[in-house]
């Protein structure tokens, strides 16, 4: 046990050995005097230039302490690049015997950083380090290679991470400048940290506080941030992971570029966690408040590094879409309904990678409408498929009050601004081209009560392709006003002026409840049934009208022509003939009919029906005429065939005035009141009555001249029996007789003549 002894005593003077050097050294050595000699050595191994104006001091036992005052750090011949007024920093020393690093703190005070790229993107950070022999290089790299190589899996083995434990790292009042040429924009940043029981495995409390502002180089535009952050940042080395739980970062943004300023905004995470090996990244209750809007996010990303995937939760809470807008100092659209956009939120679930996105479903709650969706998103080329479903959308409550006409129909009361604002909308663009254009994708839409421009729609489906400018949408169905639609469509914005192209199909839609809902028109009433093709040109809604080109094949069954009514329109013709009057209260205000069917060919927006026909129980009805979308007008004329009316004496026919067509004028504009529209051809009437009259005249005196030749045959006969004498006597009876006849009979026309009135 000798050995052990005198191994006792050389280690015991060893270390007195060490204590008396450490005493030695701390007593007679001043680190200031290496000031000098630490700056060649800076300038020339790494071309460094060091400012040392304060005191260095240092201590060894039982913490390796140094504390450095007033330094700059600046490289080659440029301006400095560091200072600060003070940095500390104390290690233990027996802690290292044992491989573990335990500093007590890390203090760096008024960190001043100056950084600075210029036009050709070089910063003044990057050094110029002298260049090395090639061959040398060369040497020296393939036998680092191979060493490397050699020895790789072993020094895998043998590397451990050292234990560290450091009580205290801040830094404070760091101020960090950066001005790059490039860009245009400077960047002024004070910053402070403190990170508090730092070591692998544990969790480190972290406080940090920054103050930015950015701006162009002549410091105009500037906007503003400050933000503070508190989390528990963990690091495991072992795992090769690293974990940040209870994170609340808080901020405040301003800048006159901004709509509204100062934005106060906060974000806060449940935990973060990082696996590099297996690259992923995990956020769990992540939530960010901002402007009156509360999202909350579950987030994991995978292979981040190599090829990224990533899935995820999102979930805006309820808010108010008015206010924020206003805080936005947005101006709000004008909409009918001032309760509108007042109350919406959403929720969406994704999943994809940097080539394509699915976003399935997507959940979209807007006042009291609803949207239930699913997309995919390609993004290389971008092309998208979706599909949505909702239900319950007023679109008239986020549209523009309609200018009315005032109370007499006309226009001349409206205001100016209001005409205005019409002619506005009327030549404002509808299709927006560029971005037709851009689309490429699918879109399958189905919504049930559905509400557009008064419009009532019970359920539309819809499947639309988009490509290069061309959209199809086959087949769009509707359900609306107890009948339905189904149609064809393309629009084309491949040329300098968009093509749309409609082939319609309508069964069983009652058009007078459409008609007063979407065009405020009440004339006619019936179930619709409809085709034909129609193609328009244009992107303004009086370039659309004027340019609609077609043909349809219309009927209308048990319908009626609405504040119309034929037959009380002959009869005042026929009254106004005979210089009489009807009594209107004896008529109803409309025309039923059975059967209204025409041709429609349209040219240039103006509608002719030459083969209109309606078919009623009184009425028989022929037309054509011109209606005109683009002047809101028509020009029409009818032949009304009527059975005469027993309600009224004034309108008595006999069985030919039924067979006859009686013109009536309808001319106007759609908002004229509909009792006023139309009204008897009188001079129509007055022809029709006088070629009656004429031809009923030459009927009747052709059938007394035959009748009068038949007695004078029998006349001549009796005197030819008689004398000569009193055939004379005979002849000259016979003569008066024929004259007194001849009166009668004239007298007898007239009054005949005048029972046809």
Sequence with gaps: MIWIKRLSFIVAGLLAFIVALLAYVMLFVNPNDFKDELKS???????????????????????????????????????????????????????????????????????????????????????????????????????????????????????????????????????????????????????????????????????????????????????????????????????????????????????????????????????????????????????????????????????????????????????????????????????????????????ITFEGSLASVTAQPISIVMDDTTMEANAVVDLSPLRWDVQVAGKNLNLDRYLPTPVEDNTTGSKEALTSAQIEAQATEDSGELIPVDVIRGLNGHVGFVFENLTVKKLKIDKIELDSTQANGLVKVSPLRASLYKGSMSSKMSLDVRGKTPVIDVVPSVQGVQIQPLLVDFMDMDKIAGATHLNGELTAKGNRMNSLMASL????????????????????????????????????????????FETMRFPAHIVNGNVSTPGLKISSAGVQVTGNGVVSLPDSSLNYQADVSVAGSSLDKACRVNAKVTQLAFPIVCKGEFSDDPAGLCRPDIKGFGKIFAALAKDEFALKLEEEKVRLKAKAAELKAELDAKSKTEKARLKAELEAKRKIEEEKLKEKLKEKLKSLF
């Design 41 to 347: 050595v800076a300038l020339e191994k790494a071309n460094v230039n060091l400012r040392l104006d304060g005191d260095i001091r240092w201590s060894f036992f039982p913490w390796l302490g140094l504390e450095l005052e007033n330094i700059g750090v600046a490289l080659g011949t440029d301006a400095e690049i560091l200072q600060f007024d003070r940095a500390e920093f104390g290690l233990a020393i027996l802690p290292l015997l044992e491989q573990k690093i335990q500093v007590n703190k890390v203090n760096l005070v008024n960190l001043k950083a100056s950084l600075n790229k210029d036009a050709q993107g070089q910063g003044n950070w990057q050094l110029d380090l002298p260049q090395t022999d090639a061959s040398t290089v060369s040497d020296t790299s393939t036998v680092a290679t191979s060493s490397a190589n050699a020895g790789s899996t072993e020094d895998s083995e043998r590397f451990t991470v050292p234990d560290i434990h450091l009580d205290e790292l801040r830094i404070e009042n760091a101020q960090v400048t950066y001005r790059d040429e490039q860009t245009k924009q400077l960047i002024n940043a004070i910053i402070n940290v403190t990170l508090n029981n730092v070591q692998w495995d544990e969790a480190w409390p972290m406080v940090m506080d920054v103050a930015l502002t950015q701006s162009d180089l002549q410091g105009g535009s500037p906007l503003k941030l400050k933000a503070k952050l508190n989390a528990n940042l963990a690091v495991f080395p072992e795992r090769e992971s690293l974990s940040l739980d209870s994170l609340v970062l808080a901020g405040e943004v301003s800048s006159e570029a901004l709509p509204a300023s100062p934005i106060e905004a906060k974000l806060s995470a449940a935990s973060i966690d990082v696996d590099l090996p297996q690259e992923n990244v995990q956020v769990e209750g992540l939530a960010l408040s901002v402007l009156g809007l509360n999202l909350d996010a579950k987030i994991q990303a995978y292979q981040v590094l190599s090829d990224p995937q990533f899935s995820g939760v999102l979930s805006l809470g309820e808010f108010n879409p008015r206010y924020l807008m206003t805080r936005l100092n947005l101006p709000l659209p004008e909409m009918s309904d001032e309760t509108a956009m007042t109350k919406a939120r959403a929720n």
């Design 549 to 592: 080109q077609g043909d349809l094949l219309v009927e209308i069954k048990n319908g009626a022509l609405v504040g119309t009514n034929l037959t009380k329109t002959v009869c005042q013709g026929i009254a106004a003939t005979r210089k009489e009057s009807i009594n209107e209260d004896q008529f109803g205000p409309d025309t039923p």
